[in-house]
């Protein structure tokens, strides 16, 4: 049986009296990639910053590598640090470059020595093909450039999952490729993901289930070709046939 | 105007004077950063009752007069507690206090220049509130605040000669008694002035020059305060 890294039973989220999430069960395995897809407001992100911890749960469970997260006396800024997280805005920290954006997770919350951090930010950085940019500032980074090094700033930290949050949504398309072929490598080294977004040529290459989110709600999940060709549900149909359609 | 050098017979004491303000306004500087500094993280991130001190004492400081605010330091405070103090230290708590509510105010903005999307990639690498705040927030809060609080160092550094009013032996006053002692007082005061304006000109010259130094590309964007 595959290790489970990141799950969550009955999860519920609400902001004062709206429910955003509305009891949910999910599970990833070791090496899987999953694509969330689903109309905008449907609690997609919310889901994401719930399972990733970086809001607690109105209710219900997450459990990190078979943990009850937050009912365990876990330290949960060292499970943070082992979930990576990509945003959609990129996020950087505007004061550090390139490589001091990948190297202060490392060295302050790994507690890496310096040479340490400067090595494993310059490996990172170089799978993400961005070796030359490391002493550039954020602002003099184009959109994709910033948002790699979101990535690697994730990745560098040997995270057991990354978490993605539409990271091209903010995207001129070309700029959407270039971390498109990055996400693509890492499922091929098959490093754990769990991704929102709408790049559906992304998800039909590398994902191993695609779940469908409406109201807070998973309506549906499966292999992409199932959930893709042939929805079940007349919500799914409709929201695949626009994004497909291109209408 | 013709033998404007009877002036340096005064330069022993005018140096005096000019040393006093000088020092009160780096008092009043250094003790109102970590005032502005601290009532701005509370106002920031703390709780209601925090906030409502917080903006009451900045409230205060920032919508009365500093001459009375001296005087009632001075002469109250005494009265109040018992504890005698002198000008001095009555002065520089004054100006420390003052500077403090005036420097929240540009700090509160620095700070909150810091885009929240910062702060959720910080908890998501598994930093602490604490080390959030020291290696993202404040290392550019510190560096956005630069322009705004140099204006605040002018401010201040010319309200000193308020310090007259409790008798403290700064620039102003010492100009004061020469120029009673010598009927002189529109050379006295006009050469006091150019101390005062050769004083902050040199000043902003090296503030600008730490900017410069610190300045990083593109975070002088969000110091839109």
Not at chain 1, 138 to 160: C, E, F, H, K, N
Not at chain 2, 1 to 16: P, Q, T, V
Not at chain 2, 81 to 95: E, M, Q, R, Y
Request: hydrophobic residues 50%.
């Amino acid at each position: 049986m595959a290790d489970v890294v990141l799950a969550c039973e009955g999860l519920k989220k609400a902001y004062g009296d709206l429910m955003v999430l509305k009891g949910i069960n999910f599970k990833i395995e070791k090496g899987q990639t999953k694509v969330i897809i689903g109309p905008s407001g449907s609690g997609k992100s919310t889901f994401l910053r719930v399972i990733g911890l970086l809001e607690p749960p109105t209710d219900g469970k997450v459990f990190f590598e078979g943990q009850d997260v937050y009912s365990s006396d876990m330290d949960l800024n060292m499970v943070r640090a082992k979930i990576g997280f990509v945003f959609q805005e990129p996020s950087l920290f505007r004061h550090l470059t390139a490589l001091d954006n990948v190297k202060i997770g490392l060295k302050v919350v790994l507690g890496m020595s310096e040479e340490e951090a400067t090595e494993k930010a310059m490996e990172t950085l170089r799978l993400v093909h961005l070796e030359e940019w490391a002493h550039h500032y954020p602002a003099q980074l184009s959109g994709g450039q910033q948002q790699r090094v979101g990535i690697a700033r994730a990745l560098a930290m040997d995270p057991d999952i990354l978490l993605f949050d539409e990271p091209t949504a903010s995207l001129d398309i070309e700029l959407t490729w270039e971390v498109i072929d990055v996400m693509k490598e890492l499922a091929e080294r098959e490093v754990t993901m769990l991704v929102v977004t709408h790049e559906i040529g992304f998800a039909k290459e590398v994902a191993d289930e695609i779940l469908f989110m409406d109201d807070g709600k998973f309506l549906e999940w499966g292999p992409p070709e199932k959930v893709l060709r042939n929805p079940s549900t007349p919500r799914a149909r409709e929201f695949l046939s626009r994004l497909l359609g291109g209408v | 105007m013709s033998d404007i050098l009877f002036i340096l017979e005064f330069a022993g004491l005018i140096l005096e004077g000019f040393i006093m303000t000088v020092i009160m306004t780096f008092l009043g500087l250094a003790g109102g950063f970590v005032l502005g500094v601290l009532s701005a993280l509370g106002d920031v991130y703390g709780g209601k009752f925090l906030k409502i001190i917080i903006n009451a004492y900045v409230e205060f400081f920032r919508g009365s007069p500093l001459i009375v605010q001296l005087l009632m330091f001075y002469f109250s405070i005494p009265i109040l507690t018992g504890i005698k103090w002198d000008a001095f230290t009555a002065g520089a708590v004054t100006l420390m206090l003052n500077s403090g509510a005036y420097q929240k105010g540009y700090f509160k903005g620095a700070i909150e220049a810091v885009f929240k999307d910062q702060l959720l990639a910080a908890k998501s690498l598994g930093m602490t509130f604490k080390q959030t705040l020291m290696h993202i927030v404040l290392p550019q809060a510190l560096r956005i605040v630069i322009p705004p609080w140099t204006n605040e160092y002018v401010s201040l550094g010319l309200s000193t000669s308020a310090l007259i009013v409790i008798g403290l032996r700064e620039l102003t006053n010492i100009s004061k008694s020469i120029a009673a002692q010598t009927f002189r007082p529109l050379e006295v005061y006009l050469f006091t002035s150019i101390i005062y304006l050769v004083w902050i000109t040199v000043s902003l010259k090296v503030l600008d020059y730490i900017y410069n130094r610190v300045r990083i590309p593109g975070l002088e964007v969000t110091s839109e305060i």
